[in-house]
């Protein structure tokens, strides 16, 4: 079993204008594009169980969705069209990299979001070869909670707090800050605590939040309501509505008559299913008034816009 750490940069047209006023006009398809961050770097490390480094990898993705690079990314990752030129296209980079995963293997970035990218990125391309993407490990989550932070780490944090001596220079090259990830990796590396973080069907794991809570459509089919008491359906006395992370909804259940609350939370999978995780609670007469109050100011909201 080995882990191999993947780092990604990407070029998108954040904040764009101002570099190129008339970039819509001048290429009208990026109005339509259906990328937002397109990878223009992949960079790998390989270690084995005992945390030695196997192998590296490093290569940069021709850009073909967005024409121009953004000064601004190319500031911050050093990277520039003359790099990109010399580079692979999106299939045979990430073919490339997936050349380093045997079965078993584990996947490891700092947070989800690279992998989501890759997703994304390979949803663009129509290119649909990923299943070495498997067995996750996101070294963000587990150095957050084996250094006992309640906010999620950066890198730069994780490496300052380990007295990691940083290059600045050469943070935001893949494969540079890859090989940083692994030196984190390896000062916190404890193989029987971090199996308990590895996500076995990363591609199917319900990970993306809803973004627009309040104009998502609740499948009702797919809730139960049901008293976690006597599992019979609850009377609803306030419908679902959404409160911060999850919707909530009030009832009573007719048999027992407690008051019960039903909060259901959606998330998706990579792959783009929805997933509801519903928790049913019975709560005293307090808290039904509290959240009573609650999902009627909700309410009240979502009718004014
Ligand atoms: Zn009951």
Redesign the pocket.
Known sequence: MAFIIIDLEFNNLEGIHRYFPNILEEYPGLEKLDLDNEIIEIGAIKLDNYMKPLEEFKTYIKPSAIPILNPKISEITNITEEDLKEGLTFQEGIENLSKLINEGDIICSWAKDDIIEIINNAMYYGYNNLNWLKNYLDLQEYSTKILAKKKSLSLKNALEELKIKVDNNKLHDALNDAIYTSEVFKRIYNSRVLKNYIIKDIYNMPAVDLKNLSEYLLDKQKINSK??????N?DIEYDFVPIKWRFVSLGK??????K?MNEVIVKKTFSGEEVYNEIST?IDEIEYINFSYKIKKMDNKLIKY
Request: charged fraction near 15%.
């Open positions: 008293c976690p008491k006597c599992q019979v609850i259940c007719p048999r027992c008559n407690n019960v019975i």
